[in-house]
């Protein structure tokens, strides 16, 4: 009885204190259909504005791998990920609440932004500590600090000229932002052979 008492308080403790997005939000986004068209759209939509407004941002991880090996989003991706720096969050997220009201959710270091769908945008918030960009969520930033990066942790550390300045690449009829090395980037997540395609 003990032990189920101990799980239940972690479980609250995960998801009130160190969850990086809401319970309604982690129960929205196992909702989502695979509908990579729709996906595509959410990605213009948001990078539209994004840059209509002067917001930094650059696409990361899975959407940087099919957007510079493929040149389009990975057929059997299911989200998006971006990445924002902690600098820019604050005008970041007035920008997103006054364009998509309801659709973005506020996290602790990762935000979310649904289509109608249910298929979202991850944001992902980095934090500069001695030029070395970690997750700004304090639990994410411990697991990128303490654990070897595999399947189920994508997370890495990026040095500060690996991202920045920030580089764009035209997609789909709109501009995407990108890092400043994306190859040093892909290396670092998905090791030499990041233009071999693997289906996880």
């Given at each position: ?17 160190l969850s990086p997005i809401s319970i309604k939000t982690y129960m929205l986004s196992m909702q989502k259909t695979e509908d990579v068209s729709s996906l595509k759209e959410l990605l213009r939509e948001c990078a539209q504005y994004l840059n209509k407004v002067n917001c930094s941002y650059q696409i990361c991880y899975g959407t940087l791998l099919g957007v ?133």
């Amino acid at each position: 009885m003990k032990i189920i008492l101990v799980a239940i308080l972690i479980l609250i403790l995960f998801f009130c204190l160190l969850s990086p997005i809401s319970i309604k939000t982690y129960m929205l986004s196992m909702q989502k259909t695979e509908d990579v068209s729709s996906l595509k759209e959410l990605l213009r939509e948001c990078a539209q504005y994004l840059n209509k407004v002067n917001c930094s941002y650059q696409i990361c991880y899975g959407t940087l791998l099919g957007v510079i090996r493929e040149g389009d989003l990975i057929s059997w991706d299911n989200d998006i990920d971006i990445m924002i720096l902690e600098q820019d969050e604050q005008y970041f997220i007035e920008c997103m609440k006054s364009r998509f009201g309801k659709r973005f959710h506020v996290g602790k270091g990762l935000h979310r932004l649904f289509n109608q769908f249910n298929q979202y945008i991850d944001f992902y918030v980095y934090t500069f500590e001695d030029d070395i960009a970690l997750p700004k969520n304090l639990m994410l930033k411990f697991l990128t600090k303490h654990f070897k990066p595999n399947k189920y942790l994508i997370l890495h550390k990026f040095s500060k000229d690996c991202l920045l300045p920030v580089q764009e690449v035209k997609w789909n009829n709109c501009f995407l932002k990108i890092p400043n090395q994306p190859i040093v980037v892909l290396e670092t997540c998905y090791g030499k052979s990041w233009k071999i395609p693997k289906k996880w």
